[in-house]
Every structure is written in structure tokens, then in C-alpha cells.
């Protein structure tokens, strides 16, 4: 009867032990092939969310035409080697036979740029309109988008928009370029920027445009602030953008090369960032450094703010529709609502916050001031979405 018992017992055990391994098995490949659901990994015991930089909206290849390779774009191949950092900040990048290598390049004061720093080898509708709508809108300035993913499927309809777009080069952001000579040095080589993974990308690109408008200069540009009208140009006096009432950005801003404030940021860094805090190496660092600088101590005037050589441009300029109070209003669809926004709008962009409203789908044909924005200043862009989706 013991011998019963034991031998039941037994089983029992390896039996359940059998259903759990199984279970496990099942949750860990659903959750795998799921792309928005967290990844387990069972030999930690940790969870974590999923960093996926490859969309899952897609467009069908029916558009026509080649593209035309600009500065910045080499000969499609399979990269045969990447620097450590992209298998930390990229773990899902995959570069597929037919991509095109990225060179890297950097801007100078009169470049308008963009960072790209998710990995993706295309640019989805939001960001593919930010591109066009500053080409559009300010010809005759260079362009430069630069992608952290060494090579892009420049087949994707969309990046065949942006590949025949007149002055749009399209190259690689190489971190350790970036950052071999600069105060953020061991920030990077020690991946510090890795210390929150779902936030990385944000950290990088913080990290990164700072740098860049230390030492080369321009004028940057998020991937989701549409162009509506001309950039101010670089001169000897940099701007930056007031985004409400307590914060400044250089979200969207414009600085010479090696400017002091830009310094003194990118010194600061290393020592002000914090990996719990989605905005400490953004608006907080950028505002805590300006209000030594401004004798009214930053007021938030209407007109704009002078602190020493940097002008400070109001809110209603760049970000007409507050990311809090008024972001909503981007998808209101009434008759004649997006089109009643630009009669009366004098911004010189429009701020989408995508890690906001990425979520909402607006209707390509509806009222709404989104679609209106896509119409009117990102029009090729607008095409090719449209001819394909009811939503973008």
C-alpha cells in the first residue's frame, strides 16, 4: 500500500510537472509571436514589455517606380557586421535581403534633421508627413533623417516618396560616431540608456539630437511635428520652443554650432538623467538650464522670451494644440473643422505627440485636423496613404 502511494505520488509530481512545463511552453510562443504582449523570460523570472519596432501596419507593394539613391544610401546587401549597441537598443532589428546600408553623415547649420531611433527600416504615415511636410515647406534646405537601423526597405511605398523628395537624405545615426568624442561618451558605452529598455529609444533620442546640434548645428525636428510654414533660419541667434506654461522643448529648435547652452546640456547629461523619468534628459534639463539665463525668469509671454542670445518662441507657434487639454481636438471630425483650424492658425508646425495619439485612427477622407494637415502639407504622402487605407 506504501509502495502504491509513493509510486502515485510520484507521478503525480512528474504528471504535474509535465502540464506546467506545457502551459508555460504555449503562454511563452503565443506571447512570442504576439507583438504587443510582454515577453517572459523564464530563466529570470522577469517580465518585461516588448519593445516592437516593426509596425504592423503595412502597406500592399503596388506602387510603381524605383527609387533614386541619395548621399547617405549604399548598394542593398546583408550586413555582415554591426556595432554592439544595436543588438542592445535594436534586439528585433533584422536586416532582410534587398535592404539598403545607410552611410553615416551629420548636418550642418543650415540642415533641417530628424532622428529615427526605434529601428524600423521604413517610416510609417506620421513620420513619412513630417519629412515631406519640411521638404515642402522649406525649399532649398537640406534635409537629413537619420535611422538608427543601418539599412531601410527603401521598396516600402512610403519610403519611395521620401526617396524622390528634392534635397531628403536619408542616412545612418551611428552612435558610437555620435558620441566617441563627446561628454555623453561612457554614458553610451555603458549603455546607461539601457537602464529603462521600453524608454531607450526616447533616451537616445534626446541624447542624440543634443549632440548633434552641439557640434554641428541646425535645425531639428521630431518625426511627429508637421511642417506648416517656413523654419526660422540658424543664424548667430538659436531658438527653441516654449510647449506650455512650465516647459521649454527642442522638440523642434534650431542652434549653431557649439553654441554654450548646448554644451552645458549635453555636460550635464550624464548626471541629470534618470531612467525612471520619461522627460529628464528633455524639457526638464533644457528648462532647469535656461532659467539661470532669463532675467524674467522665464514669464511665458505671448510675444516670445529673450534669454541672453536664445529666443524663446510661444506655444500657439509650434505646438497650437496643447498636449493635455487640446490634443483631442486633432481628431474631431466636423464639417469644415480642419480646414476653420488653418484659416486661423499662424503656427509654423503642429505638434501630433504621437506617443500620445498614435493610437487614434483618423478617417483619410473625414474633417478632421489631422486629415486636413495630411492634405495640405504632406500631399504625396496623403496620396499614397489614402489610395491604399480608409484610416491612417
Known amino acids: 500500500m506504501y509502495k502504491t502511494l509513493r509510486y502515485s505520488r510520484t507521478f503525480g509530481n512528474w504528471f504535474g510537472k509535465m502540464i506546467a512545463v506545457l502551459v508555460v511552453g ?9 507583438g504587443d504582449a510582454p515577453a517572459i523570460f523564464p530563466i529570470t523570472g522577469l517580465v518585461k514589455k516588448n519593445f516592437t519596432p516593426f509596425s504592423r501596419f503595412s502597406f500592399p507593394q503596388t506602387m510603381n517606380g524605383g527609387h533614386t539613391a541619395r548621399s547617405g544610401i549604399t548598394s542593398a ?5 554591426s556595432p554592439g549597441w544595436l543588438r542592445h537598443l535594436c534586439p528585433r532589428y533584422q536586416e532582410e535581403e534587398g535592404y539598403t546600408k545607410l552611410t553615416w553623415q551629420t548636418p550642418t547649420e543650415n540642415t533641417i534633421f530628424f532622428t529615427q531611433t526605434s529601428c524600423r527600416a521604413f517610416l510609417l504615415p506620421r513620420e513619412a508627413c513630417a519629412v515631406e511636410s519640411a521638404a515642402y515647406r522649406n525649399t532649398g534646405r537640406p534635409l ?27 542616412a545612418w545615426l551611428d552612435l558610437d560616431q555620435l ?18 529598455e521600453e524608454r531607450a529609444p526616447t533616451f537616445v533620442s534626446d541624447a542624440g539630437r543634443a549632440e548633434l546640434l552641439r557640434v554641428y548645428g541646425g535645425t531639428y525636428l521630431d518625426l511627429d511635428a508637421i511642417t506648416l510654414r517656413a523654419l526660422p533660419p540658424v543664424t548667430s541667434r538659436p531658438w527653441m520652443v516654449r510647449v506650455d506654461s512650465d516647459w521649454v522643448t527642442i522638440a523642434v529648435t534650431g542652434f549653431p554650432k557649439r553654441h554654450p547652452f548646448m554644451q552645458r546640456m549635453v555636460e550635464d547629461m550624464p548626471s541629470f538623467f534618470d531612467a525612471t523619468h520619461c522627460c529628464s534628459l528633455g524639457p526638464e534639463l533644457v528648462t532647469r538650464n535656461l532659467r539661470p539665463m532669463c532675467a524674467a525668469n522665464l514669464t511665458a509671454a505671448q510675444e516670445g522670451e529673450q534669454c541672453q542670445d536664445i529666443t524663446i518662441l510661444p506655444r500657439h507657434l509650434f505646438v497650437p494644440l496643447h498636449f493635455g487639454k487640446e490634443l483631442k481636438r486633432l481628431f474631431k471630425d466636423d464639417a469644415g473643422y480642419g480646414a ?18 498614435r493610437r487614434a485612427l483618423i478617417a483619410a477622407d473625414g474633417d478632421t485636423i489631422m486629415a486636413e494637415t495630411f492634405r495640405r502639407h504632406c500631399p504625396k504622402v496623403f496620396a499614397q496613404v489614402s489610395s491604399t487605407h480608409a484610416f491612417f
Do not use: E, I
Request: proline share 4%.
Open 340 to 357: 476653420a483650424f488653418f484659416n486661423v492658425s499662424q503656427a509654423y508646425s503642429l505638434h501630433l505627440f504621437n506617443s500620445l495619439s
Open 179 to 196: 558620441f566617441l568624442n563627446s561628454p555623453l561618451s561612457a554614458w553610451h558605452s555603458d549603455r546607461r540608456w539601457m537602464m529603462n
Open 144 to 170: 537629413l533623417v537619420l535611422f538608427t537601423a543601418p539599412a531601410l526597405d527603401l521598396t516600402h511605398p512610403l519610403m519611395k516618396v521620401l526617396s524622390g523628395l528634392a534635397g531628403v537624405r536619408l
Open 26 to 34: 504555449l503562454v511563452t510562443t503565443f506571447l512570442f509571436f504576439w
Open 77 to 81: 546587401g546583408t550586413n555582415t557586421s
